[in-house]
């Protein structure tokens, strides 16, 4: 079973940073669409932002665009999310995911390989 992991969540106020990491096992991964994924208490799971595996075109839900930027190290296996002039409405669980068929989607379903989430918690 193919296992992404996330680093990074935490605790912070209103206005703050947090950059957040996705390590995938495997060169394979280079190829593929990465995205993440949020889901706060009480709500539906959101798409966040993805990134290509060929040339790396980004594209972003309209609640974050502007403040969130995902990027990727191939060299690393790694994907990031670095999210600034964080808000209390940001407070999920944040999941990043890959899609081997390395589509550009925002459909969850797309999305085969899943890791368990890290905690964003931000006070105001």
């Known amino acids: 079973q193919v296992q992404l992991v996330e680093f990074g969540g935490g605790l912070v106020q209103a206005g703050g940073s947090l950059r957040l990491s996705c390590t995938a096992p495997g060169r394979a991964f280079r190829r593929y669409t990465m995205a993440w994924f949020r889901k706060a208490p009480g709500k539906e799971r959101e798409f966040v932002a993805y990134?290509?595996?060929?040339?790396?075109?980004?594209y972003y839900a309209d609640s974050v665009k502007g403040r969130f930027t995902i990027s990727r190290d191939g060299a690393k296996n790694t994907v990031y999310l670095q999210m600034n002039s964080l808000k209390p409405e940001d407070t999920a669980v944040y999941c990043c995911?890959?899609?081997?068929?390395?589509?550009?989607?925002?459909?969850?379903?797309?999305?085969?390989?899943w890791g368990q989430g890290t905690q964003v918690t931000v006070s105001s």
């Open positions: 995911a890959a899609d081997p068929t390395s589509r550009d989607t925002t459909w969850s379903n797309t999305y085969v390989y």
């Open positions: 990134i290509l595996g060929t040339g790396g075109s980004t």
